[in-house]
T-cell receptor, first 112, second 114 residues
Framework: EPEVTQTPSHQVTQMGQEVILRCVPISNHLYFYWYRQILGQKVEFLVSFYNNEISEKSEIFDDQFSVERPDGSNFTLKIRSTKLEDSAMYFC??????????FGPGTRLTVL | AQSVTQLGSHVSVSEGALVLLRCNYSSSVPPYLFWYVQYPNQGLQLLLKYTTGATLVKGINGFEAEFKKSETSFHLTKPSAHMSDAAEYFCAVTRSRYGQNFVFGPGTRLSVLP
């Protein structure tokens, strides 16, 4: 069964550094998403992406964040200058032109 | 705006007992409703969903949920808990259009006691 994959599984970085989190959505899906989950808290929506552009974003997704689909398979989330409060689990999800979103296993980002 | 509440951040049941995890939502449009399960240090796995049609939906691992529009609820149940059901459970809602972001509830941690 096809699934969403994410790399790396764990990323440790210094405050102020740039990080890129990578996701490979399910191949025939059209909609892509990033969510984050701060430890012990609920899953929060960051951004959705369709037809090579952002379709919706939350207030969390400020100028420090960007997304890109550099080729036909990868979907990336970049944080330009990480802050301590960016430490969280980041989930990528994808969906076909229907309702269900399929989530990847997540990348744990630790900002020191 | 949509929102989801889950009554009880932590629920404990004995093995073999009924599991009931509560979810209430608010939505200005017909909702699509989902339950996801998260095992420790893992991602989110879809348990079941309601989109249209039958209001009682069955999912994996013996779970089911019933959409009750009049009560704006989508409670998750399982007749007999198993130790392997111990996990965090999230209810989520989205508008009834594809490509819309999910709004998640705060989650309920289910513990199963031997």
């Amino acid at each position: 069964e096809p699934e969403v994959t994410q790399t790396p599984s764990h990323q440790v970085t210094q405050m102020g550094q740039e990080v890129i989190l990578r996701c490979v959505p399910i191949s025939n899906h059209l909609y892509f998403y990033w969510y984050r989950q701060i430890l012990g808290q609920k899953v929060e929506f960051l951004v959705s992406f369709y037809n090579n552009e952002i379709s919706e974003k939350s207030e969390i997704f400020d100028d420090q964040f960007s997304v890109e689909r550099p080729d036909g398979s990868n979907f990336t989330l970049k944080i330009r200058s990480t802050k301590l409060e960016d430490s969280a689990m980041y989930f990528c999800a994808s969906s076909p032109a229907v309702d269900t979103q399929y989530f990847g296993p997540g990348t744990r980002l630790t900002v020191l | 705006a949509q929102s989801v509440t889950q009554l009880g951040s932590h629920v404990s049941v004995s093995e073999g007992a009924l599991v009931l995890l509560r979810c209430n939502y608010s939505s200005s449009v017909p909702p699509y409703l989902f339950w996801y399960v998260q095992y420790p240090n893992q991602g989110l796995q879809l348990l079941l969903k309601y989109t249209t049609g039958a209001t009682l939906v069955k999912g994996i691992n013996g779970f089911e949920a019933e959409f009750k529009k009049s009560e704006t609820s989508f409670h998750l149940t399982k007749p007999s808990a198993h130790m392997s059901d111990a996990a965090e459970y999230f209810c989520a809602v989205t508008r009834s259009r594809y490509g819309q972001n999910f709004v998640f509830g705060p989650g309920t941690r289910l513990s199963v006691l031997p």
